[in-house]
């Protein structure tokens, strides 16, 4: 079984064992598990482009300015549909 020391160990070592430039799509990131992996993704990747798509335009202007905070060499693009 994989414990939550396994899982922050590997992505503490995403910044040094993967390309910066990394660019991720996220479907219904606009809250919970989707949003909270979104974010650990942003958090620990060098120069990622990220696609999210949701419903809420408020929530995911909401994101993207905390991505934009915890990496700002980032690039967040947020797409409304349902």
């Not at 992996?37 to 990622?48: D, G, I, N, S």
């Not at 482009?49 to 967040?76: H, M, W």
């Amino acid at each position: 079984m994989i414990s939550l020391s396994d899982v922050q160990s590997s992505n503490s070592r995403i910044a040094s064992s993967l390309h910066p430039g990394l660019v991720a799509v996220f479907v219904g990131a606009t809250n919970g598990i989707g949003e909270a992996t979104l974010q650990q993704f942003v958090k620990h990747a060098r120069q990622p482009r990220v696609y999210f798509i949701g419903r809420s335009q408020e929530a995911g202007d909401r994101i993207a300015a905390e991505c934009k905070t915890l990496n700002p060499d980032g690039g967040y693009t947020f797409i409304k549909a349902d």
